[in-house]
């Protein structure tokens, strides 16, 4: 059965909203602008929708190298370059330290007002890039503050038969793939080892462990009563790794990709 590339997504700022692309340049971070900015509390912990789930309601869109975030209740917000003065931070992900720089007050501000708690806006440092997980990629691998690796792929089929096991059905956006492939069959992904893309070659190197995050609706940043879909994905995806649904990629060379391209399967 033919497969192709039927959705590209890439989330400018770590945790909140993304932004569908018709296509993308793909660099050993991943897709271009994917999470190269982040929130981190006073202690530079990086913060998502677990802990603060209207971040969903936080949507951005990306002009250029300027990123324009709007939230209810606020006013527009333009981020750039210029925001970054030059001041830097140690920050975390989970258990990896990142250099980073601080955006100026008013950005930091912003986001504080919304959350109506402290917490500071940095952006990437890509002189001093933060190494992927050495047990599952190359020594050369890198990442940006993504969760652990430079891409998720997730295939639509898998998602429909997700929903068709739910009472509620959820969007794609549960899940912020940044590369969704249609054709082929539910869960079929998971045996992948290598893929090309238009031409891009990439690696899939490991399951995708899912949290509680996937349970905040992305349209009301309210997160699910029942802990849906979590609660399901559990009766039947759950390993000793935890409750797995989509792959991690990781480029092994620079191209382009776009919509509606063919994935050819390598290994």
Known sequence: MSMNLSEIFIYPIK???GIS???SDVKPLGLVNDRCLMLVDENGMFITQRKYPQLALISNTQIG???IVKAPNLGALEISETSFAGAKKIVKVWKDECDSFIAEDIVNQWFSDFLNSPVVMVKYDHVRPRATDPGFSQDSDIVSFADGFPLLMISQASLDDLNS????PVSMS???PNIVVEGGDAYQEDQWRSVRIGEVEFDLVKQCSRCILTTVDPNTGIKHPAREPLKTL????KTDSGVMF???LIPRNI?????GQGVEILR
Do not use: C, P
């Open 165 to 168: 096991k739910l009472d509620d």
């Open 21 to 23: 692309l018709n296509n």
């Open 65 to 67: 190298n300027i990123v």
């Open 15 to 17: 945790s909140l909203a």
């Open 255 to 259: 191209g382009k990709i776009q919509v």
């Open 234 to 237: 559990t009766n039947y995806r």
């Open 174 to 176: 549960n899940f912020r």
């Open 246 to 248: 989509g792959m991690n």
